[in-house]
Nanobody
Framework: VQLVESGGGLVQAGGSLRLSCAASGSIFSSKVMGWYRQAPGKQRELVAAITSGGDTNYADSVKGRFTISRDNAKNTVALQMNSLKPEDTAVYYC???????????????WGQGTQVTVSS
């Protein structure tokens, strides 16, 4: 099972983008799902995360601008990014804790990453 992201691209400052992430195969369940980002020369950092119950956590730098959501039935997670700034430029990675079968162990999966570039 792989996580497949879509929705990255180039946008001007102040614009919006929506990132989506879905599992490539069927899974039994997922716990926390989230988005991380990594800018050139910087460490990967948490952008936003959401539990299966809908509790959310955001990095201070994106609060009020980004919204994370998930569809538990489809095991998908999305990130709506508004009022984008040049400093949001990074590769964005989807992350999820999943269980492929009811008897499987929990696994942490990462997507391949999608580039988001915000021009000034």
């Amino acid at each position: 099972v792989q996580l497949v992201e879509s929705g990255g691209g180039l946008v001007q400052a102040g614009g919006s983008l929506r990132l989506s992430c879905a599992a490539s195969g069927s899974i039994f369940s997922s716990k926390v799902m989230g988005w991380y980002r990594q800018a050139p020369g910087k460490q990967r950092e948490l952008v936003a995360a959401i539990t299966s119950g809908g509790d959310t956590n955001y990095a201070d730098s994106v609060k009020g601008r980004f919204t994370i959501s998930r569809d538990n039935a489809k095991n998908t997670v999305a990130l709506q990014m508004n009022s984008l700034k040049p400093e949001d430029t990074a590769v964005y990675y989807c992350n999820a804790e999943i269980k492929v079968r009811s008897w499987s162990s929990w696994e942490t999966k990462w997507g391949q990453g999608t580039q988001v570039t915000v021009s000034s």
